[in-house]
Structure formats: C-alpha cells, structure tokens
T-cell receptor, first 115, second 114 residues
C-alpha cells in the first residue's frame, strides 16, 4: 500500500536553532513530493515540492527539503527557526504511476518553536 | 495570485437543515477538490472535479452533494448531516489534473452540526 510517514507527532526546537521535520514514503515508482504548512484555523499553505532534478529543493519562508531516493525520505529543514514557524506541517506524495488526482498526506507533525 | 476563497468561514446547522458551502478561484485552474479535516488530522479527500466534471468521489455519503457550476466555482450542498460531520471543510484547486501540479487550499469552512 502507498503511504507517507511522519514519525514525529511533535518537534520542539529553540528559536534560532536548525529544525528538521521528517518524512518518509512508500510508493510504487517515483513520486512527486510536497510539504504544506497549516496555521491554526487556516487552510494548508504550499511550501515546496520535488519533481525531479536537484535533490535539494528550496521553498517559501526559508524552508528547504532534501529528497533522498535510497532512503525514500523527504525531510523538511530550516537553518534557523523562528517562533512564527510554529504550526502543523504535512508531507504529501503523489505517485507518478497514479492515474488520478489524489495526493497522500502524512498524519502531520506539530512544530513548536520555543522562544 | 494563488488565492482560493471559501464562504462562509463558520457554519452551525441542525441535522435537518440544508446549507451550502462555496468555493471560488480565479487562477484558471481546471481541477477543484473538497477535503474534510478533523482536528489535528490530515485532510481527507472527498471529491475531485476535473474540467467541471466529477472525476473522484471517495465513497462520500449522499448527504454531501458537490456541484461545479463553472470552472471557477465549486459548491458543496449539505443535507441531513450528522454531528460526526462537524469538521473543517477545505476546498483546493490545481492548474490541471494529474502531474506534479500543486494544490492550493482555501482557508476552510468550520462546520458544526448540532
């Protein structure tokens, strides 16, 4: 079965420190990979996506993610965390082989940046 | 502009009421989506419209009825809902069906069924 795993329910990071939010996937073939962020009582905001090419993808608000095919991972990173980065983060995948418009979301990771 | 708008922001309805949620985008996107999201959970896909035609129905109960009047509008008609249907309902759109297209989400409608 195709799936996305975000192994951490919550990640706590001190402001100014680097942050990593983990994501691994299990799909047939190559995937398209996405990260979204959701602030309280808001919709999801697109951060970045991986299609092909350079394994390091840069996105909005200083976030980046690294695609690792051998480890089937797409971890979200930021060099220096801000308190305003505190939110719920979703990793999502769309397998290339799928012939529909569905994307598979991970369960989400709550990022808490400590001042 | 990557804005998807949704109205109303909040909706409280009884189990016998009929109401509608509305979604609008003016980005020229040809795929539109309805998701249901419970607190602290990922969005669950309900329906997909592709070029104004229903392409995916994720076995959603018939008390939810989607409608796509044109390429910019998406409605979700609600009738005889249950309290467990209370959730955040998200609309999204993407440039075209399939491919590595990004889905852009609206702010959602917070629905409470009494």
């Amino acid at each position: 079965a195709q799936s996305v795993a975000q192994p951490e329910d919550q990640v706590n990071v001190a402001e100014g420190n680097p942050l990593t939010v983990k994501c691994t996937y299990s799909v047939s073939g190559n995937p398209y990979l996405f990260w979204y962020v959701q602030y309280p009582n808001r919709g999801l905001q697109f951060l970045l996506k991986y299609i092909t090419g350079d394994n390091l993808v840069k996105g909005s608000y200083g976030f980046e993610a690294e695609f690792n095919k051998s480890q089937t991972s797409f971890h979200l990173k930021k060099p220096s965390a801000l308190v305003s980065d505190s939110a719920l983060y979703f990793c999502a995948v769309r397998p290339l082989m799928n012939r529909d418009d569905k994307i598979i979301f991970g369960k989400g990771t709550r990022l808490h940046i400590l001042p | 502009d990557t804005e998807v708008t949704q109205t109303p922001k909040h909706l409280v309805m009884g189990m016998t009421n009929k109401k509608s949620l509305k979604c609008e985008q003016h980005m020229g996107h040809r795929a539109m989506y309805w998701y249901k999201q419970k607190a602290k959970k990922p969005p669950e896909l309900m329906f997909v419209y592709s070029y104004e035609k229903l392409s995916i129905n994720e076995s959603v109960p018939s008390r939810f009825s989607p409608e796509c009047p044109n390429s910019s509008l998406l409605n979700l008609h609600l009738h005889a809902l249950q309290p467990e249907d209370s959730a955040l309902y998200l609309c999204a759109s993407s440039q075209a069906p399939l491919g590595a297209v990004t889905q852009y989400f609206g702010p959602g409608t917070r629905l409470t069924v009494l």
